[in-house]
């Protein structure tokens, strides 16, 4: 079965400061991977997703992700973030069930 | 128009007691599930449902029985409540089965249920 390891329990950043949120997974099979994002009090919202292709994925709110067979990650970027990126963030790992991390606190201080 | 929506949104109860959380989706999505969310944060799949089949049942304790009428509801029935059921529990919907090699598809996810036993 797949597993995903989230690195980072809590990742506080200051604004317009670049932001990496890891992410491992484990699986024999080839997966599918996921970033969802969760604000507080609400569901979860799709970040971005990796089927196939370009390692390099593209996601909302100017979030990116690159998987790495090798090092088996697939670890979330941004650049510059925003005060409203707080929040709490979820790699998850898809092949047989959809398995997720145990969540990265993002909080980005002023 | 809500794709996945859960009722209620909040659900105190006291312990012993029986309740219930619907679900529906107006995706057209085959495969429903349920997750639970404990006070870390921690996502855990309680079960899955594909065209009203389950399909996946995690070690989820007996008290927990859900109910799919017809593909486009699942709804979650727990008995007994007890303090450690309190938590947020989340529906899903997805496209295709992720069981037989479809894993290539996202899950939308409902606003949640916070069930807080007293």
């Known amino acids: 079965a797949q597993s995903v390891t989230q690195l980072d329990s809590q990742v506080p950043v200051f604004e317009e400061a670049p932001v990496e949120l890891r992410c491992n997974y484990s699986s024999s099979v080839s997966v599918y991977l996921f970033w969802y994002v969760q604000y507080p009090n609400q569901g979860l919202q799709l970040l971005l997703k990796y089927l196939s292709g370009s390692t390099l994925v593209k996601g909302i709110n100017g979030f990116e992700a690159e998987f790495n067979k090798s090092q088996t990650s697939f670890h979330l970027r941004k650049p510059s973030v925003h005060i409203s990126d707080t929040a709490e963030y979820f790699c998850a790992v898809s092949r047989d069930d959809m398995r997720f991390g145990a969540g990265t606190r993002l909080t980005v201080k002023p | 128009d809500t794709a996945v929506s859960q009722t209620p949104k909040y659900l105190v109860t006291q312990m012993g007691n029986d309740k219930s959380i619907k679900c529906e989706q107006n995706?057209?999505?085959?495969?429903m599930y349920w997750y639970k969310q404990d006070s870390k944060k921690f996502l855990k799949i309680m079960f899955s449902y594909n065209n009203k089949e389950l399909i996946i049942n995690e070690t989820v304790p007996n008290r927990f029985s859900p109910k799919s009428p017809d593909k486009a509801h699942l709804n979650l029935h727990i008995n007994s409540l007890e303090l450690g059921d309190s938590a947020v529990y989340f529906c899903?919907?997805?496209?295709?089965?992720?069981?037989?090699?479809?894993?290539?598809?996202?899950?939308?996810f409902g606003q949640g249920t916070r069930l807080t036993v007293v």
């Open positions: 995706l057209g999505h085959d495969t």
């Open positions: 899903a919907s997805s496209q295709f089965s992720i069981k037989g090699g479809y894993g290539n598809t996202e899950a939308f």
